[in-house]
């Protein structure tokens, strides 16, 4: 079995979220990139595929050389082989693009991306790459399993779940639930130095057609004040959330 | 030209966010001079869209798409589209809208924007407000395409009533096979889902055990909203990973959301910050959730929760 796993370096989590020249640009200074958590769960549920049916892993990342790092990372938690697409990613639909030309000549069994990247929050590249390649696509995946040419797979929908069955090739939208957040793997000293040997191939993008840009970054408003309600006066707090705030 | 606006139903009735996905589309075709129409999928009852503006609403009714498939609902869609010379489709933020948004913009060969929270603040070249970084921060983003799609955040546009008499009209679509199977559905028992709701009532490790969540399903059941929960309380195994809330988890657009013993960790504040008004119950005044709440109560969740639920009842019982 073969699996393609797609990855985004986002801000570590915890990031203050800042913007630079003339905040058309996220301002990088001090920011920690990370495996973007969605694509974590996806890449540790590679690897149990990798140890139950010997799969092999590659990830696929479309993005400047900066990258490297969480690339690497990728490799020192088991993945095989990393590829970057040297673009700077515009917009989903031309990472979507740029993967989906990657992925044609392959041969692929499985293609795992996130529900979303935490950064653009698009929820778009696995489905757009689905429609490219016209291969099945399940998001908000939180179960997954393969039995031969089948995948069974459970998807999170508003209010409960469902089990969907399908062949491959798949791509999932993956997210909590594939693997638990106590599956997830910190790579070892010999997972690190294993992956200085692995291949990142480095190439070049296929096309840079992109269709939406942006612009200008904001941040919220400053919260006003908080107003402060005494334990010992709670029907304090019921006329304010009557009558200021009008939401009971 | 016409714009679409593509409605979610629930039991062959439109979802609540349905009017919101109008209004926005209603506002577009105005300023465009565009035909609106809206597309309904499994819908009988079509009349409250008629308070909201279309000239015309399609309707597709077909008992082999009962279950909702992305790639056969993005067909659909598509035909219409193609049938009716649209340019421009609004979707709203649920989950299915944007299980399908994607397939169909590549159908369209059109320009997708998620995450929308405004009306657009220019036409040439078409410019939105999005959130983005997990709701820390928002962008404008632009559109280059002829053909746009667009899925709004929800409780982020005004609905605004106008009435109408559109014309309704039953759509044969073409529906191709489906590869994928549902084997199964597991629907969570009575509980209102986190997106549908107007208040949800959320709670954190401060909770101690999930053996005192009955405090937390009582108010929950007392404001008839949805429960939620913190990452470390999912993480924990208290509650299902479906209730948390944050970064990784859900996002939480509602009217009010109250977080009891929850300190704010940045991911899940960033997780929250769409909602209209928050209330925090902590015992800790220094926990960071203050500093990000409309209302605050510094006290023991176990004495203000049973107490907040008793004076709440009562102000139901009398405002009902």
Not at chain 1, 137 to 144: A, D, H
Request: proline share 4%; with cysteine.
């Amino acid at each position: 079995m073969k699996i393609l796993v797609c990855i985004s370096c986002v801000p570590d989590t915890t990031s203050k979220i800042n913007f630079t020249n003339n905040d058309t640009d996220f301002d990088t200074n001090g920011v920690q990139f990370v495996i973007n958590p969605n694509d974590e769960f996806g890449l540790t549920r590679a690897m149990w595929f990798k140890e139950k049916n010997n799969a092999s892993i590659d990830v696929i990342n479309v993005g400047e050389q900066s990258n490297e790092t969480v690339l690497r990372k990728a490799l020192a938690i088991g993945a095989d082989r990393a590829i970057r697409i040297d673009s700077k990613a515009i917009d989903s639909y031309q990472v979507a693009k740029n993967i989906s030309n990657f992925i044609k000549e392959k041969s692929y069994d499985l293609i795992i991306a996130g529900r979303e990247s935490i950064d653009y929050n698009g929820s778009m590249v696995p489905g757009m790459i689905s429609e490219i390649l016209n291969i099945n696509f399940i998001t908000n995946c939180v179960s997954l399993e393969i039995n031969g040419s089948n995948a069974t797979a459970k998807r999170e929908m508003e209010g409960g779940i469902e089990t969907l069955t399908c062949e491959l090739p798949l791509i999932i939208g993956g997210q909590k639930g594939l693997v638990e957040e106590s599956d997830l793997k910190i790579p070892n000293m010999r997972g690190i130095m294993q992956a200085r040997q692995k291949p990142l191939d480095v190439i070049a993008p296929d096309q840079s057609e992109f269709k939406t840009k942006t612009h200008k970054f904001f941040k919220p408003e400053d919260k006003k004040e908080i107003k402060m309600v005494d334990p010992d006066n709670l029907d304090k707090l019921i006329d304010l959330l009557h009558n200021e705030a009008k939401v009971i | 030209m016409s714009i679409i606006a593509y409605i979610e139903s629930s039991n062959r009735e439109p979802k609540k966010s349905a009017y919101e996905v109008i209004s926005y589309a209603k506002n577009i075709s105005e300023q465009l001079s565009a035909e609106l129409i809206v597309v309904a999928i499994n819908v009988d009852k079509t009349n409250e869209i008629s308070n909201y503006g279309p000239d015309k609403i399609i309707v597709v009714n077909n008992q082999s798409i009962k279950n909702f498939n992305p790639k056969i609902y993005a067909e659909v869609i598509y035909q219409i589209c193609i049938k009716n010379s649209t340019n421009h489709v609004i979707l709203g933020g649920g989950a299915d809208s944007k299980f399908l948004a994607p397939i169909l913009s590549i159908k369209l060969d059109a320009g997708y924007v998620s995450n929308v929270v405004g009306a657009p603040s220019n036409y040439e070249p078409f410019t939105v407000k999005r959130t983005s970084f997990s709701n820390k921060s928002f962008c404008d983003v632009s559109i280059s395409s002829k053909n746009k799609i667009i899925s709004i955040s929800s409780n982020s546009f005004e609905k605004k009533k106008i009435r109408s008499n559109p014309e309704i009209i039953e759509f044969d679509a073409e529906i191709p096979d489906s590869k994928i199977t549902q084997a199964s559905v597991d629907l969570s028992k009575g509980n209102i889902s986190i997106a549908d709701a107007d208040i949800v009532v959320s709670a954190g490790r401060g909770m101690k055990g999930p053996e005192n969540w009955h405090l937390i399903e009582n108010l929950a059941s007392t404001l008839n909203a949805a429960t939620a929960c913190s990452k470390p309380v999912s993480d924990l195994g208290w509650r299902p990973h479906s209730e948390h809330v944050g970064q990784t988890g859900k996002p939480v657009a509602t009217n009010l959301y109250i977080a009891i013993g929850i300190s704010g960790a940045i991911q899940h504040l960033a997780g929250v910050s769409s909602s209209k008004v928050k209330v925090v119950i902590n015992n800790d005044p220094e926990a960071p959730f203050f500093k990000a709440a409309d209302y605050g109560i510094v006290g023991d969740a176990f004495e203000v929760v049973p107490k907040l639920n008793e004076k709440l009842k009562a102000f139901k019982a009398e405002n009902n």
